[in-house]
């Protein structure tokens, strides 16, 4: 926790425009601490008038920790930048695909429970109440067919997955509908290629040649952490 506290010497910050001493959360990069950081960031520094966009991006840079840190370490720090960089922020972690796949993703690894014990059911309770609220309002269209499409995502190998990738557009939400679609057709065009007995499957190199490398892989080689993690880079 990072505690905004007055600043008493310096010209920078006026006493009208000085922030009221609290503990703003920090934020390292976890989408699905995204959202509660957003709203009390916008709330406590971001939609206040009366200090100024290089103060407001300095409260920023002591807010952000590891992944989101370094999300921003490229833009300038001045006055003229600060919206730019809390831009760049909202449009990474507030991502609906991603943010989705997150909330699923901490379903699939929620560790087995090894008793029964209270402090076991509350967890549990927690964490289910919390994405039960969270997807409830995320506004995906259909929820049963993009869980489907979380599930079978994390069979495929990632060739395959970047190529379905390039078939999305900006749509926020895939379904499972989408990408049987996808490798129905890939099959057709690899029969049509290699014969019905295919060894293996065409890659770009670009996107005007290709070559040929191993085929779709379906084992269990990544961990399910991995493979979330895996997923949530090749379709964000």
């Known amino acids: 926790m990072n505690e905004l506290a007055h600043v008493d010497n310096g010209p920078t910050l006026s006493t009208k425009s000085r922030i009221p001493t609290i503990e703003l959360p920090q934020f390292s990069g976890s989408f699905s601490d995204w959202v509660g950081f957003r709203d009390l960031f916008k709330s406590v520094v971001n939609d206040r008038t009366d200090i100024s966009s290089v103060e407001k991006f300095t409260y920023l840079k002591e807010s952000l920790q590891g992944k989101a840190l370094a999300l921003i370490t490229s833009v300038p720090f001045c006055d003229a930048h600060y919206d730019s960089a809390w831009k760049e922020l909202c449009e990474h972690y507030g991502n609906p ?126 961990p399910e952490k991995c493979k979330g993690e895996r997923v949530t880079q090749l379709l964000c």
């Open 97 to 222: 695909r991603i943010l989705g796949f997150d909330y699923l993703d901490k379903i699939l690894e929620f560790p087995v429970a090894s008793s029964g014990s209270l402090s076991a059911m509350q967890l549990f309770v927690n964490m289910f109440s919390e994405i039960h609220t969270a997807l409830s309002t995320s506004n995906v269209p259909d929820l049963g067919e993009f869980i489907l499409f979380r599930l079978a995502a994390r069979i495929f190998d990632a060739e395959t997955l970047a190529l379905f990738k390039e078939t999305l557009n900006d749509e926020p939400f895939p379904s499972v509908t989408q990408i049987l679609s996808f490798v129905t057709k890939r099959i057709k065009v690899l029969q049509t290629l290699f014969g019905p007995n295919l060894k293996a499957s065409v890659s770009r190199k670009s996107t005007h040649t290709a070559r040929v490398v191993m085929p779709i892989s379906f084992g269990n080689a990544h």
